[in-house]
């Protein structure tokens, strides 16, 4: 029976290669693969991950080779992220504290949620949030993503966040302990030193943010305490860290890595991996 890989995409933009990657890893083992999306529009690549001429402000270089760029237009272009699930379809929304009967609404909402959020569980091996900047706006502080999120995690099943889809890690909590599920974890993500200082962009929006909203790095450190750890490995070309059930990936260059260390996860039980 193959693995089947539930990949959520934001609808503000992913970054090509931080899809391409993973599912090249997935494919290549015959996984199955399904994609979701907050709303269920479709997703597509942000232009600067498939221009192999964009050089990445931080890096002073571009992180996008030809070949890839060739890959992310061919993925963007072909029909397989056509007709993504939809989160707000599948998932109830919680009630606001100011519904008018705020009991009986949170009591449909939790029945609602467990049942939907515990089918999706059960469909699926393995989760993955794809990065880029359009995480930013529809995924990082998303409810219906984090029930999903805490679902998989208390079903001891892993999940792959790449670059600022890794913020969904950090907020994903439950509302009575409010403790991060990163807390006594090692991760990485987009460290200080690759922030952009300006033109932070998203689709659909003419919007240029400028430096990102968060510096995703200090959010790691405070969400991962005392006895976790964030790693940056800033001058290292290769940042990948799998610390059970979480696998985290830096940025662009992780991200086929992050998704062969996600197959080693499910395939060989590999439970610790980069630190």
């Given at each position: 029976?193959?693995?089947?890989?539930?990949?959520?995409?934001?609808?503000?933009?992913?970054?090509?290669?931080?899809?391409?990657?993973?599912v090249e890893a997935f494919d290549a083992r015959g996984y199955r693969v399904?994609?979701?999306?907050?709303?269920?529009?479709?997703?597509?690549?942000?232009?600067?991950?498939?221009?192999?001429?964009?050089?990445?402000?931080?890096?002073?270089?571009?992180?996008?080779?030809?070949?890839?760029?060739?890959?992310?237009?061919?993925?963007?272009?072909?029909?397989?992220?056509?007709?993504?699930?939809?989160?707000?379809?599948?998932?109830?929304?919680?009630?606001?504290?100011?519904?008018?009967?705020?009991?009986?609404?949170?009591?449909?909402?939790?029945?609602?949620?467990?049942?939907?959020?515990?089918?999706?569980?059960?469909?699926?091996?393995?989760?993955?949030?794809?990065?880029?900047?359009?995480?930013?706006?529809?995924?990082?502080?998303?409810?219906?993503?984090?029930?999903?999120?805490?679902?998989?995690?208390?079903?001891?099943?892993?999940?792959?966040?790449?670059?600022?889809?890794?913020?969904?890690?950090?907020?994903?909590?439950?509302?009575?302990?409010?403790?991060?599920?990163?807390?006594?974890?090692?991760?990485?993500?987009?460290?200080?030193?690759?922030?952009?200082?300006?033109?932070?962009?998203?689709?659909?929006?003419?919007?240029?943010?400028?430096?990102?909203?968060?510096?995703?790095?200090?959010?790691?450190?405070?969400?991962?305490?005392?006895?976790?750890?964030?790693?940056?490995?800033?001058?290292?070309?290769?940042?990948?860290?799998?610390?059970?059930?979480?696998?985290?990936?830096?940025?662009?260059?992780?991200?086929?890595?992050?998704?062969?260390?996600?197959?080693?996860?499910?395939?060989?039980?590999?439970?610790?991996?980069?630190?």
């Open positions: 029976m193959p693995k089947r890989i539930l990949v959520v995409l934001s609808e503000y933009g992913y970054w090509g290669e931080e899809l391409v990657g993973p399904t994609f979701a999306t907050p709303t269920g529009e479709r997703a597509h690549a942000l232009p600067p991950s498939y221009d192999p001429d964009y050089v990445d402000p931080p890096l002073g270089r571009s992180v996008t080779t030809r070949d890839m760029a060739r890959k992310v237009r061919e993925m963007d272009d072909s029909t397989r992220l056509d007709n993504p699930l939809s989160l707000q379809q599948l998932i109830p929304e919680r009630p606001y504290y100011s519904a008018l009967n705020h009991l009986r609404e949170l009591e449909e909402y939790h029945r609602g949620a467990d049942t939907a959020v515990g089918d999706l569980v059960a469909g699926f091996d393995a989760l993955v949030l794809v990065g880029g900047s359009g995480p930013i706006v529809d995924l990082a502080n998303n409810e219906r993503l984090h029930e999903v999120v805490l679902a998989f995690t208390a079903a001891d099943k892993p999940i792959l966040a790449e670059c600022y889809g890794v913020a969904v890690l950090a907020f994903a909590r439950d509302l009575e302990s409010r403790q991060s599920l990163l807390w006594g974890k090692h991760v990485t993500g987009h460290p200080k030193e690759y922030d952009y200082k300006d033109g932070t962009g998203f689709l659909g929006v003419d919007f240029n943010m400028g430096p990102p909203p968060y510096p995703l790095e200090y959010i790691l450190r405070d969400a991962t305490g005392p006895d976790g750890a964030f790693h940056g490995n800033v001058g290292k070309e290769i940042s990948v860290i799998a610390d059970y059930p979480f696998v985290t990936a830096r940025s662009t260059p992780d991200s086929g890595p992050s998704g062969e260390i996600l197959v080693q996860v499910l395939e060989n039980g590999l439970r610790r991996h980069g630190w």
